[in-house]
Structures are given as C-alpha cells and as structure tokens.
C-alpha cells in the first residue's frame, strides 16, 4: 500500500479540485477482529441480522442526541460545505463533501424513519440500508477526521462530525468495528494507555527521561509516578513518552513544574489523555474512559487536574470531562460534588498545560532565553479540536491566544500561516479522528494537502523552519506525512518543546 | 370552488402548524448529552441568544463560507420576509399605517425574492459541487417557490387580480364565513401551490427553519468547565456507580 502513496500537486490559486466520483470508495482501514469487538462490548460480525441491529440502533441514537435528529432533518443542500473538508480537496472525491458524507446517512434515515422517504424514495434520495451502502459507510465514515471544519461553515451549524460518529457507533451495534480504534480503545481498559505501556516500563521511561535531563542542564528535574499527595496530576497522551517529537514537550512540562516549584505525578492508572471513545462516537467508551481520570484524582488525593498537548484529548477534558466524570466545577449533585471538594476551586479544572504556561510566564515566574530558540523561524497550526471545540483562558479564542503568547515568549521569531488556513478556520492535519493507522496512509497523505500548501507558503516566502502545535496526532501525523511533501520530518514539534529549548532551570525566581 | 379551496388551505394550515409542531416537540424533548458548541462560542446565554440572531438575520456562518450562496440566499429570505409582511393585510382590517408602508417595499422584495431563487437554482446547474450533491427535491422545492413568487409578481404588475374579493374570501376562511373566491386563474395556482408549500413543510428540508434554533453547536454556552451539562440519560448513569 505504501508504496504507491504519493502526495497531490499543490494547487497555485487553492481552486476546488473537479469531482473524481469514486477516487477513494477502495480507501478503507483494517475491519476489528470479533475478539477486539467482543473485548469492548460489541458483537463480533456482522452477522445475520445486522440491519435490524443497526437500524435499532439508528432509532436509539435519534432519541439520545438532539445533534443527530436536527442535523438530519435541517440541511438544505446549499453546497456551502462542499469545499470545506480538507479530504475533499486533497482526494476530489465527491463523497468526501460533508454534504455527501451526511447523505449517505440521510437517505437511509429518509427511507426508515421518515414519511418522505417511506412514501416517495427516489424523489428525496432514499435508500434502504444494504450491504452495499453499509461498505460505503465504512469506507467514508473512515475518511472523516471528526475535524468540525464544516461546522464552522453551515448556516444551521450541522457538524459532519456528529454523523461521522453515530456512523461508526452503528456500525459497531452492527458487528463492524475499525481495528485501529477499538483495539486501542481494549489497550486502555487493559493497561491504561493507547500505546500498550504497562506501569514498569513507563517507570522505566521516566527514569530515563530524568537521567537525560540531568546530563542535558545539570538539574535534577522529576518525573514523578503514582506520587500521593502531589500539587497536580498531569494527563497526557502517552505518546508524549517516547514517541519523537512528542517527548520533548513532556521534558518542557516537566521544566515548567520544576521551575514553578509545584508538585505534579502522572498515573499509571491514567497514563493517556486520549480517549477514542469519542473517535467511535460511544458515550459509554467516553464515559468508562474518563472515569480513569476521576479514579486516579480521588486516589492520589490531588489538587489539580492538568492536560497536556493533545487535541481531541483536550476536547474530550474540557468540553465533556464535567459531564461524563464530574472532573470541573458547578456540579450540585453527590457525585460531582465528590471530586470538586477535593480539588482547588481557584484554578480551572481541568486546565490546559499551555493556560498553566501561560499564566506563569505572565506573572514573570519563568526565566526564558528566546535566542535559544534563534535557530527555529515557527509558525503555529491550529489543532483542529482545540480550535473549534474548547477553549482556554476566559474569553472566546483564547484557545488562539494563548498558544502562540507562550511561543512569542518563547521564541523571536515567529510567523502566521495564511488566513483561512487558521484559528477556527484551520485545516486538520489529516490524521485525527481514529484514521491515524498505516493502511489509510494514502488518505492521510492527500488529506494533509491544505496545510501542506499553507506551510510551503509561509516555507518558502518567510523561512519558516519549525510548525509548532498542540496535538499528538498532529505531530505523529506530520512527522509521518511531511516528508511526502518535501518537507523536513522533524519540522513539527510541541509549543513546550519551544519552551523546553527556552526556559532556564535553577531557583525559581 | 370556494369550498375546495377552503378545505385545501384548513387542511393545509392544519398540516403545518401540527406537523411543525410535532418536529418542535421532538427537537425539543430529544437532549443533547454533551456541550458541542462550535467555538469560539459566546460564554454568556446573552451572547448565544446574540450569535443565533446574527445567524438567522445575517446568516453569519454563510458569509464566511459562499458569498455567492449567501447573496443569493440573502435576497431570497429578506425578499421573503417581506413578502409575507405584505401579505399581512389580507388578513387583518382596518389594516394599519405601519402595514400600509411596507405595501410598496413588498412589492419590490418579490422581485429581490425571485433574483435569489433563480440565482440558486442556477448555482444548483453550474456549480458541479453543488449539481453533484442536488436531488430531484431540490430542483422541485425551487421550481414551487418560483411559481408561487411568479404568479404573485404576475399579479401585481401585469394582471392585476381583485384584491378586494382575495381579501373577502381570506378574511371569510378567518371567521368561517366563506366569501366566494374571484375566479382568477393566477389566484387559483397561487393559493393551490401556497397550499402544497404549506403541506410539505413539515415533511421537507424546510424544517431548516425551527431547525436553526436547536442546532447545539450554534445554541449552546461555552462554559463546561464551569457548569456541569447533564443529560437526564446520562445523569441515571451517575447512579449506577
Ligand atoms: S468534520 Fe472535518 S473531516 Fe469530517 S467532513 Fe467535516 S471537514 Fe471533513
Ligand atoms: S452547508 Fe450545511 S445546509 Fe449547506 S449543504 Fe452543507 S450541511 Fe447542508
């Protein structure tokens, strides 16, 4: 597979490409094995009998989720997001328009649980639901990164995502799971993080880090593990451990707390920020997988819950952590009530790494060497999930801010990639969403077209030389994909990378 | 005739306003578990309610998207607006001096409205996206908004048709005592169609309109962090624990 993946040409005037209808209908990741699904709760196959398991669930999810039904019913077919997903313009496949992408969902809720539909099908686009259409829904419900980049630009607000995510939930009820997701979402419950990284080795790996560290500045900076009675328990994706580049920023979080002298641990109960539940779109798997948060907070006994650089994962904590596990405040019930008493009310709960960051540079406490960072001219990109589904900070946009206030004081130099290719406006790096797996390489390579293009710009006319962003599979995704474009690999990094480079160790001031 | 027409438009108003409702009611009672709003979101209920105002007078979000479906969509739906407005006094009497003044605005706007309809009509044949993703309601719904727009503008500026007697036979259907409906062809396809427009609402991507309103990534705070959303299905989860 591969081998035949090649990046598109990139377009001079960002034209919409011309409809290639079918390009991608081959494009399908790794279907689960029955063991995976069974280990997670769902049948095995699709067995005799899954429409009915799948319309049943459809009607289950129409009554649970105000989004589903009111999307469903309202979109006119204007086209407005027709050019929006960075899947289309980096494929011209039509079905990646997120008004396709819907439909195909519409026409089989047209024809089971509408009037219309069961009346007049051809008329409204109708269709029962086949063999043939449920495979088209595994091959374009696996081309959606869950990105929200549409939301942003529909009159009623319809967020392809949302569809995206009660597709692969009925498909799961069906007995049709995708491997990469559901095999990590297994991991989780069995070790405590998407990578598989039992608590030994990653004692291991935080010694190690440790000792780095130490020959790097001299300074005894901590990595500290299952520690009671810490400040702050940190939450990251567990990618941060060793995968390249992401480590560097755990080595700047960890600079950070030391510098700020404030006690942190990570859990090895709750080793990984991530939670596929949401990729899946299962309320259960969000929940059950937040939940390991809660029970490592109440069992340290810690003040403060922070988050570290991880987009879906940061939507995840601070849009849903409240709802799902209690962890935030405002909760009048026995249940949230629990872990709110325990932590500190002064601080935002859960809090971004960056807002933590941010707020210690602000009030001088962090001695910071931007010439450090000279050799890097950067730029920043928008990680599709903290741009258009959380915030930092107190005010709208703040998830904009703060990022890049932390890189200017970090770094001289620093450059802005093309409006419309940022802020809420930002294109997905093409690998989020559960789609970040070796067989959807080729989509993964296409989809990351529009930032590539973006980047080439500001590559070329500005010398940039470093893409900074908050996201693991962000960063996992370019290092991979960069190359494809003529790019450097190790061109992308954390915003506390930069830090890392910058900050200056010894007593805190 | 008149007694066909009256049942058709009680039937019709009886069918939308029940149908709508239904929808209203379901939009209404189905919850939304989680906070989604699209941000930056406003982080006030004040700003929210101010956000979905912008939507649905300025239709902010496809500005940024399509200047040309927005332009088009815009002179359609002010057109509209006005339109219906005008309409008003065919149902109340004396009809008012405010009311009076719109008259010739209303006129005008039918004009704007049939510009924007036949502008996205065109865009749903020239625009291959959009041709790609158009159904065969799609076309329909357009081609029923642009006869009733036609033979409304026909009847105001080439037939004229006599709107004392339209008035009479509306104003009967509101009291229940039937007024004969003018024997006017272009009457006579006007309310026929308005009628059918009417029965499909509800049934129909109109639905857009409530719609509008109870999209969660439009209509909710951002404030998660500061208020704890539960859904009543998921809070009985809380208690298993
Ligand atoms: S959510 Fe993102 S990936 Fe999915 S259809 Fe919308 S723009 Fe495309
Ligand atoms: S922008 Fe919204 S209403 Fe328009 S086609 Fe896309 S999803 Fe439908």
């Known amino acids: ?121 051809k008329l409204v686009g109708a269709r029962d639901l086949t063999k043939d259409v449920l495979d088209q829904w595994y091959s374009y419900y696996n081309q959606c990164s869950e990105c929200r980049r549409c939301s942003v630009f529909c009159p009623y607000g319809i967020d392809t995502a949302e569809i995206t995510m009660a597709g692969k939930e009925i498909m799961d009820a069906a007995g049709l799971g995708q491997k990469y997701s559901n095999e990590i979402i297994g991991k989780v419950h069995r070790i405590g993080n998407n990578l598989g990284l039992p608590g030994p080795a990653l004692a291991d790996t935080l010694e190690g880090l440790e000792e780095d560290v130490k020959e790097e500045t001299g300074v005894d900076v901590r990595f500290p593990l299952d520690q009671k009675g810490a400040e702050v328990l940190l939450v990251t994706p567990s990618a941060d451990f060793f995968a390249e580049p992401h480590v560097d920023s755990l080595i700047g979080y960890a600079k950070v707390f030391h510098a700020a002298g404030v006690s942190w641990t990570l859990s090895s109960h709750a080793s990984e920020a991530g939670n596929f539940g949401l990729f899946i779109g299962s309320y259960d798997q969000l929940r059950t997988i937040a939940m390991r948060i809660r029970e490592a907070a109440l069992e340290l006994g810690v003040k403060r819950i922070v988050v570290g650089e991880c987009g879906h994962a940061w939507r995840v904590a601070y849009s849903m952590w409240n709802t799902l596990a209690g962890i935030g405040a405002g909760g009048e019930d026995d249940f949230a009530r629990k872990l709110q008493s325990q932590l500190d009310s002064r601080y935002k709960q859960p809090m971004h790494i960056c807002e933590f960051t941010h707020d210690l540079i602000g009030r001088g406490a962090l001695r910071l060497d931007r010439e450090a960072n000279d050799h890097r001219v950067v730029t920043f990109h928008d990680s599709c999930n903290v741009a258009r589904a959380s915030r930092m900070g107190d005010t709208p946009g703040g998830q904009f801010e703060i990022p890049r206030a932390i890189i200017r004081a970090v770094a001289n130099h620093y450059v802005e990639m093309a409006p419309g290719t940022t802020h809420d406006a930002t294109y997905c790096c093409g690998g989020g969403g559960g789609l970040l797996t070796d067989e959807l390489l080729d989509l993964r390579v296409k989809g990351a077209l529009p930032r590539m293009e973006a980047l080439r710009q500001v590559a070329d006319g500005r010398g940039v030389n470093f893409m900074a962003t908050i996201c693991a599979i962000c960063k996992a995704q370019f290092t991979k994909v960069l190359p494809y474009y003529g790019f450097k690999m190790g061109m992308v990094g954390g915003v506390h990378q930069l830090v890392s480079t910058a900050i200056r160790l010894g007593e805190p001031r | 005739m008149t007694a066909l027409y009256a049942v058709l438009l009680y039937a019709a108003t009886a069918v939308l306003v029940a149908g709508v409702g239904y929808r209203v009611w379901l939009y209404a009672r189905t919850p939304a578990p989680l906070k989604i709003p699209t941000t930056p979101a406003p982080v006030t209920r004040g700003g929210v309610a101010l956000r979905m105002l912008r939507e649905v007078t300025l239709f902010e979000s496809l500005f940024r998207s399509n200047l040309w479906t927005w332009a088009f969509g815009w002179l359609f739906h002010a057109g509209l607006a006005l339109v219906l407005l005008r309409h008003l006094r065919y149902f109340v009497e004396p009809v008012p001096a405010w009311l009076a003044f719109v008259q010739p605005f209303g006129m005008w706007a039918g004009v704007a409205m049939a510009a924007g309809l036949a502008g996205l009509w065109a865009r749903r044949f020239l625009v291959p996206r959009v041709r790609y993703i158009s159904t065969p309601s799609d076309h329909l719904m357009i081609a029923l908004l642009v006869v009733i727009a036609l033979s409304g503008l026909a009847m105001t500026f080439v037939a004229h048709a006599d709107i004392v007697k339209v008035k009479a036979f509306i104003l009967g259907l509101l009291w229940f005592d039937w007024q004969p409906l003018p024997g006017d062809v272009l009457v006579a396809v006007h309310l026929a169609l308005v009628a059918v427009l009417m029965l499909i609402f509800p049934f129909s991507k109109l639905l857009h309109a409530p719609g509008v309103f109870f999209s969660p990534t439009r209509n909710q705070v951002d404030d998660p962090r500061e208020r704890r959303h539960l859904a009543p299905w998921a809070a009985r989860l809380d208690g298993d624990r």
């Not at chain 1, 005037?13 to 409809?19: D, G, H, K, N, S």
């Not at chain 1, 494009?27 to 067995?47: D, H, N, R, W």
């Not at chain 1, 997120?98 to 069961?118: C, E, I, N, W």
């Open chain 1, 1 to 121: 597979m591969a081998a035949d993946v090649k990046a598109p040409p990139l377009r001079p005037f960002a034209e919409p490409p011309a409809l290639v209808p079918g390009a991608m209908q081959a494009s399908k990741p790794y279907v689960a094995s029955a063991k995976m699904q069974e280990a997670i709760g769902f049948p095995g196959e699709l067995t005799e009998g899954w429409e009915g398991r799948a319309l049943d669930k459809m009607g289950e999810l129409l009554g649970k989720y105000r989004s589903l039904r009111v999307y469903l019913d309202s979109c006119v077919h204007c086209g407005a997001c027709t050019d929006k997903c960075h899947y289309f313009l980096g494929t011209g496949d039509p079905l990646n328009m997120p008004v396709a992408r819907q439909d195909l969902m519409r026409s089989v809720y047209r024809r089971h649980f509408t009037l219309a539909g069961k009346l007049f099908p």
